[in-house]
């Protein structure tokens, strides 16, 4: 009945027990979804169940059997696959090269190009991801990326899949194509496993349901028992108010003001002008160059245009210029461009800022007197003395912002700021940034997420290819973004 | 990815510290006991001070590592400012005759030197953004030339008055602790204080792990990259200082293989040769290793000296297997 089990597992890092006891049961042709708040312990449990890591204690079960995978490759010749919550793809081979490492086709010694190449377009093509099998991995897009580690999957015959996070880069339309292939898995008779913090798509495909919190299953079940106010409920055990706070703002002086801003081969012509006070959301689909505006506009990256920080014209090409001037961009991308994985909480945190702690020699006192502060500010969990790399996903995002926050921005560009971020911690952020701005401070908030525009912006800009396609109001709709990302009306309401 | 030994990485990070330290231990033991002058006092004296011209510049080394960079001419460089330091002295004897004030200006000059060399590697690096091992392989052909086309071919010799007086530099010291044993020191001292508590170390650190994430955190990291490389070249212009008065001689061939021997001396200590983490005190260790292992070839006769060469390749090949085992992730 099931296929592949975890009875009473418990797993330690060190002196430090991360799961207590966890059960979990996968049945074939079941959906079943894994839901907590970051740091549950969701990653932790999925790795034992496909073999990247043994547990401390306690069993898992194959087909009713206690297994111990050797490692991964083991698991996998089982025909359990798992796709990490990070990517796990050589960045410098191309599409083809990746889906096939490690189990190349052959024709006598020699690889067989034809045959592979054939595979990866059907491949890419039932996941109706149009980019070129010979595209470099470095070169796509992080949904691109996704959706090459899931064709990787896909290639082999699986008996249980497990993803972790595998939509928290999607836009909607990719996160569509994507449950349509869990479904057409279901229907073969796979057992998918897979953690959201999207709460709608588990209701939308879950079979099965599971809920941690704090390194224990909370709740299991039919996932039809549930619906997502419950769930929000049982993951942060509490009742959840409303995900979004008051918009209280009262606009305050000018904070910035760009015009022309050109950032050659992203964006044209963009214009605005923000004040302190208040948040101007950025809509627009995956690649419709939000990101590299901004980071034109902050000096990472090359750009051209007319910029005013407070009334004064400003030349931006570095982004310790901008944070000279005030201003910060915090990127969507933490594990690349925003945290040093290898690295403490406490270098980690400080790095940006490090100047307030320069008495000639670092004050590293004064260093973990600022961490205590973010840890308490922005409820940051995981072991103090961790390696960054090592904590869960949402909890490394709120390191990444205090980060930022420790440099004491008055313009802060947030680029998807709720990314792999469960639903209470949301809310959390979702405060937060609404705090900053009555403190008077401007934001910007770049996000795919509709919802979390809508409900957080005081006004809302579009973007498409690169340019500003249209500007609306807070009672913005959802529909009039994405007419406007998808270019079916161009308008520009006057502010 | 996380393998199944991830939770024990704190204690690999220690055997990583313990390894090298580990293995002087036993290099200073073996010698200890198969030759009963090595631990006296000249022996260890001498082991000091034929570390301190690598060392002097292997401390720099370390800085350039941490940050990701590499610097293939350190040796080169130092040949070629040890001739135009001759060269500087000996032209200065004749108006300024045979005192202080000509050495005094020929540190000044190697100084210089050093810290031009130094800016001219990390300029074409950082503001061209050419590979460092291509710069440094370009600079480090460079000035092997030169000092062999300002040599002649032959040998620059300091005036012979001038060296007597220059002599003590090297031979000289204070307590019987000759003057490169306690440059070194002083050295060695101020790269551990810079590397651990200051912002400069930490930002050394920080590009060396993740570059992409130096920039994103504001992090000048053209300048610290310059930075690095013109510590660098101001270090082998100290080294030189103290080596040209050893021989007072400069040649095609001084300083040849320094580099090498610089950059195993930071990987043997445990600096991570991809760059993110650095340790000077690791680096000293190192050097000594390095030198000790020719001492102990000359003062013993199992070996011939002439395999120092392979010995040494051997630990530093075992000291990188050892660091990739401890690797944190
Ligand atoms: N290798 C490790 N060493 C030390 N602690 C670890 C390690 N891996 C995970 N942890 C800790 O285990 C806990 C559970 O982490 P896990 O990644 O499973 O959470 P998660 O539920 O997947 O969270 P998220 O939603 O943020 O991805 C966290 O507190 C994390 O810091
Ligand atoms: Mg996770």
Redesign the interface.
Request: net charge positive; aromatic share 12%.
């Given at each position: 009945m099931t296929v592949l089990a975890l009875r009473d597992v418990s797993r330690?890092?060190?002196p430090i027990e991360v799961l207590h006891g966890v059960d979990i049961a996968l049945r074939p042709g079941r959906v079943h979804a894994l839901i907590g708040e970051n740091g549950a312990g969701k990653s932790t449990t999925m790795?034992i169940m496909t073999g990247?890591?043994?547990p401390s204690s306690g069993q898992v079960l194959l087909d009713g059997q206690p297994v111990s995978f050797a490692?991964m490759g083991a698991a996998e010749d089982q025909g359990i696959s798992m796709i990490?919550q990070e990517f796990?793809l050589a960045e410098q081979l191309t599409v083809e090269q990746n889906i096939f490492l490690g189990r190349e086709l052959k024709r006598g010694p020699f690889l067989d190009k034809t045959a592979m190449r054939a595979r990866t377009r059907e491949l890419l093509d039932r996941l109706e991801c149009r980019v070129s099998p010979d595209r470099v991995v470095s070169t796509l897009s992080n949904s691109d990326k996704q959706m090459v580690e899931i064709a990787k999957a896909l290639l082999r015959e699986t008996r249980v899949l497990v993803m972790d996070e595998p939509t928290a880069v999607l836009t909607r339309a990719e996160t569509a194509i994507l449950l349509r292939q869990v479904r057409a898995l279901r229907e073969a008779g796979t057992a998918v496993l897979f953690t959201s913090h999207k709460l709608d798509e588990v209701e939308e495909i879950a079979d099965d349901l599971t809920i941690m919190r704090d390194g224990r299953v909370v709740w299991t079940g039919e996932a039809s028992l549930m619906n997502q106010h419950a769930m929000a409920n049982a993951m942060v055990g509490r009742e959840m108010s409303d995900l979004f706070p008051a918009k209280v703002s009262a606009p305050g002086e000018v904070a910035l003001e760009v015009a022309n801003l050109s950032v050659p081969g992203f964006s044209r012509d963009v214009g605005f002008t923000l004040c302190r006070g208040e948040v101007l959301g950025v809509a627009g689909l995956i690649g419709s160059g939000r990101t590299e505006t901004f980071e034109g506009l902050c000096g990472?990256r090359p750009a051209t245009g007319e910029v005013r920080v407070f009334g004064q014209p400003a030349r931006i090409d570095?982004?310790?210029q901008?944070?000279a001037l005030g201003l910060?961009?915090l990127?969507e991308d933490r594990k690349?461009?925003?945290?040093?994985?290898?690295?403490g909480l406490r270098?980690n945190l400080t790095?940006?800022a490090?100047?307030r702690?320069?008495r000639?020699?670092?004050d590293?006192g004064a260093e973990e007197r600022a961490l205590d502060q973010a840890i308490a500010d922005f409820d940051i969990r995981g072991h103090r003395d961790a390696?960054v790399?090592?904590l869960s996903g949402g909890n490394q995002q709120k390191l990444l912002f205090a980060?930022t926050m420790l440099?004491d921005p008055q313009i802060i560009v947030i680029d998807e700021p709720t990314r792999g971020i469960d639903i209470g911690t949301k809310q959390q952020m979702y405060v937060l940034i609404r705090r900053l701005a009555a403190e008077g401070r401007a934001i910007v908030v770049i996000s795919s997420e509709m919802q979390e525009v809508i409900g957080l912006a005081d006004r809302i800009l579009v973007m498409r290819h690169g340019r500003i396609t249209g500007e609306l109001g807070a009672d913005a709709t959802e529909d009039a973004i994405v007419k406007l990302a998808m270019g079916v009306a161009t308008e520009r309401e006057p502010a | 990815m996380t393998d199944a030994a991830a939770p024990a990485a704190p204690r690999r990070i220690r055997m990583t510290v313990i390894g090298p330290i580990l293995a002087l231990v036993l290099l200073v033991i073996a010698g200890a006991l198969m030759n009963p002058n090595f631990l006296g006092w000249d022996n260890v004296t001498n082991v000091l001070a034929r570390s301190a011209f690598i060392g002097i510049i292997a401390v720099g080394m370390t800085f350039v590592i941490t940050a990701g960079g590499l610097d293939l001419s350190v040796g080169s460089m130092a040949a070629f400012i040890a001739g135009l330091m001759i060269l500087v002295m000996n032209s200065l004897v004749p108006s300024m005759g045979v005192g202080v004030p000509v050495i005094l200006v020929g540190m000044a000059v190697a100084l210089l030197a050093g810290l031009a060399a130094g800016m001219l590697n990390g300029i074409l690096i950082t503001r061209l953004g050419i590979e460092a091992f291509i710069v440094t392989l370009g600079s480090m052909g460079i000035y092997r030339s030169l000092v062999t086309w300002l040599a002649d071919g032959g040998t620059l010799s300091l005036d012979f008055g001038l060296r007597s007086l220059y002599q003590p530099v090297y031979y000289g010291g204070i307590f019987g602790i000759t003057w490169p044993i306690i440059v070194f020191a002083v050295v060695v001292v101020i790269g551990e204080i810079v590397m651990r508590s200051t912002a400069f170390g930490r930002y050394c650190a920080a590009i060396g792990s993740n570059e992409q994430v130096a920039k994103y955190s504001s992090v000048r990291v053209d300048r610290v990259r310059l930075m690095t490389y013109a510590a660098l070249g101001l270090l082998v212009g100290i080294a030189t200082i103290m080596y040209v008065p050893r021989l007072g001689s400069a040649s095609s061939a001084t300083g040849m293989l320094w580099e090498l021997e610089a950059i195993a001396a930071v990987i043997i200590g445990g600096t991570v040769l991809k760059g993110g983490f650095g340790r000077v005190w690791g680096t000293v260790i190192g050097v000594l290793i390095l030198t000790l292992i020719g001492n102990l070839l000359n003062l013993t006769d199992f070996v011939s000296p002439y395999l120092n060469g392979a010995i040494q390749g051997a630990i530093i090949v075992l000291a990188v297997v050892l660091q990739r085992e401890g690797k944190a992730r």
């Open positions: 330690s890092f060190g790795k990247y890591q043994p490692n990490h796990n990472l570095h982004p310790w901008a944070q910060c961009y990127t690349t461009r925003g945290l040093l994985l290898g690295k270098e790095l940006q490090l100047s702690f320069d000639g020699l670092l590293t390696l790399g090592n980060k440099a | -």
